[in-house]
Nanobody, 120 residues
Framework: QVQLVESGGGLVQPGGSLRLSCTASVSIVDFIMGWYRQAPGKERELVAT??????????NYADSVKGRFIISRDDTKNTLYLQMNGLKSEDTAVYYC????????????WGQGTQVMVSS
């Protein structure tokens, strides 16, 4: 069973920063990795994704976080990161790590989530 374990969430004041980490129990080399979030009463939404190194580690961001968040990966550590700067109250949510691939076989995994609360 593949496990994704997130860490780094917490309470931060508006304008502050947090760095989330997601460590996988298997190699993430073949996976497209991503961060999603779900605020109370809302649907889960995409925050950012990053392709595998084979495909250039190309990144994609939701418009709401562009210029403030940075997604990165360290495949040697099987770890995904999300650097969050300039946090706003609307960033408050549970943040989930996702790993998915099509080749060599289809797979899609989720972490258990980490809470981020932005409040003064």
């Amino acid at each position: 069973q593949v496990q994704l374990v997130e860490s780094g969430g917490g309470l931060v004041q508006p304008g502050g920063s947090l760095r989330l980490s997601c460590t996988a129990s298997v190699s993430i080399v073949d996976f497209i990795m991503g961060w999603y979030r779900q605020a109370p009463g809302k649907e889960r939404e995409l925050v950012a994704t990053i392709t595998s190194i084979t495909f250039g580690s190309s990144t994609n961001y939701a418009d709401s976080v562009k210029g403030r968040f940075i997604i990165s990966r360290d495949d040697t550590k099987n770890t995904l990161y999300l650097q969050m700067n300039g946090l706003k109250s609307e960033d408050t949510a549970v943040y989930y790590c996702n790993a998915r691939r099509v080749i060599p076989t289809w797979a899609n995994y989720w972490g258990q989530g980490t809470q981020v609360m932005v409040s003064s």
